[in-house]
């Protein structure tokens, strides 16, 4: 089984292969109210989930990093939906501590390096894996995940890829999770279940822990 990083490692040296490794899934998370951004971090951490996902998929993006970044020093807060050099910029200054993209190029790659942001490039196909591997990443997001073959895809990759381990994104569900964790080559995956949109509208934060819980329970293959 993966071993969750140290403290010390929390507070320096990240690596993509350390977020992957802390807990079976790193949410998926869509702000648009600040106000929302830490009680919903504390709700996770509480469920023993650490490595959080904000996308930059709203305007209050940013903000929310960084009110997590600075008031909620137990969890790792990452920026999700990265696919410029400013959004890794912006992302790093407003204290984010890893990047996720959804897709990759050299471009990100570099700009992530360059900001300090460990990253786990988005890939769908043979080719985008191997541009990953070429600048240095093999700790890659499979994005989307269920949308592109699921399971089927992530098996049929183990054998030219058994080097690279991947974190499924996109389509998955508590019902699904299990089936791609199983798989040798998966560390861990990426949902948006833990935070449902109704349960952080209505500031239900004891829902979002119980969800966490549930997940931090889930088995991984060893690696």
């Given amino acids: 089984m993966a071993v969750n990083p140290t403290a010390d490692t929390l507070k320096k ?14 949410p998926v998370i869509v702000l648009h109210d600040v106000a929302h951004a830490v009680p ?12 959080l996902e904000v996308t930059l998929r709203t305007p209050q993006a940013l903000a929310c990093i960084k009110a997590i970044s600075e008031e909620v020093p137990e969890a790792v807060v990452g920026a999700g939906t990265i696919r410029t050099a400013s959004d890794a910029d912006l992302a790093a200054a407003a204290g984010a501590r890893f990047g996720v993209s959804p897709g990759y190029t050299a471009t990100i790659g570099r700009a ?11 890939v769908a196909t043979g080719a985008e894996i191997m541009a990953a591997l ?11 995940a269920m949308q592109a073959g699921g399971a089927a895809m992530l098996k049929a990759w183990y054998g030219p890829f058994a080097d690279v381990v991947f974190c499924p994104t996109g389509g998955i569900s508590a019902a699904n999770a299990g089936e791609l964790l199983s798989l040798q080559n998966v560390a861990c995956v990426g949902g ?12 239900d934060w004891a829902a979002i822990t119980a969800l966490a819980a549930e997940a931090k329970t889930l088995a991984r293959a060893n690696h």
Avoid: Q
Avoid at 112 to 122: M, N, T
Avoid at 192 to 203: E, M, N, R
């Fill in 13 to 26: 040296d990240l690596t993509a292969r350390d977020v992957m490794a802390d807990a079976p899934v790193i």
């Fill in 40 to 51: 919903l971090a504390r709700a996770l951490v509480a469920g023993g989930i650490r490595m």
């Fill in 112 to 122: 992530c390096r360059e900001a300090g942001l460990p990253l786990l490039p988005g």
């Fill in 134 to 144: 070429e600048d240095g990443h093999a700790a890659l997001k499979f994005f989307p």
């Fill in 192 to 203: 948006s279940w833990l935070t449902p949109g109704d349960a952080v509208a209505k500031g």
